[in-house]
Structure formats: C-alpha cells, structure tokens
Nanobody
Framework: QVQLVESGGGLVQPGGSLRLSCAAS?????MGWYRQPPGKQRELVAT????????NYADSVKGRFTISRDNAKKTVYLQMNSLKPEDTAVYYC?????????WGQGTQVTVSS
C-alpha cells in the first residue's frame, strides 16, 4: 500500500518558479512527476530512481525543471523555473513499487499573467 500527497501548486506568473513536493509511504523503487493539461492526456514530466538517482525529463521541461529526492524522507521534489503558460496543468506524483504504479491526487499549477 502506497499513499502519495502532493503540495506546492498554485498560481504563478510566466517566468516564475514553484517547487512541488510529494511524500510517500512504504518502500519505493522510483518516483516521478506527471502532468495533465486541461483536456489533454497525462504526460511524463520527470522521474528519478531511489537507488541510483537516475533522472529522466520530458524534452519540454529540460533545463527548466529539476527533480530530486530524499530517500530517508521518501519525498520527491520538482523545482520548476522559467514557467510558461503551457506548463499549466494538474501535476501528479507517481511512485513505482513491485511493478505497480501509484498516484497522488494532484496539485494544480497555473501559469498566467
């Protein structure tokens, strides 16, 4: 059983920054962030493994977003800089355990002037 709780979303102007966090329970193999813009499919933002700290980013966020984690706290972070209106979406925390994917409830990020 894995429970995920996201926080840190909100309204920000273009060019601004936000940091999302997600706290997990249980032993996690990998964690990541996905997002779902209004009317669109959920898409990968970034992932990180708990063992090697290998990271993976969507092309659209490379150079702007940074994923990190604290294994002891079982928490993953997403630092989002240089935000653009197209980053507006509900952001979901994801955890992989025993081949199963678990999802948080999501946090809204709105980028608008």
């Amino acid at each position: 059983q894995v429970q995920l709780v996201e926080s840190g979303g909100g309204l920000v102007q273009p060019g601004g920054s936000l940091r999302l966090s997600c706290a997990a329970s249980g032993s996690i193999y990998a964690m990541g962030w996905y997002r779902q813009p209004p009317g669109k499919q959920r898409e990968l933002v970034a992932t990180i493994t708990t063992s090697s700290s290998s990271t993976n980013y969507a092309d659209s966020v490379k150079g702007r977003f940074t994923i990190s984690r604290d294994n002891a706290k079982k928490t993953v972070y997403l630092q989002m800089n240089s935000l653009k209106p197209e980053d507006t979406a509900v952001y979901y925390c994801n955890a992989l355990k025993d081949g199963m994917n678990y999802w948080g409830q999501g946090t809204q990020v709105t980028v608008s002037s």
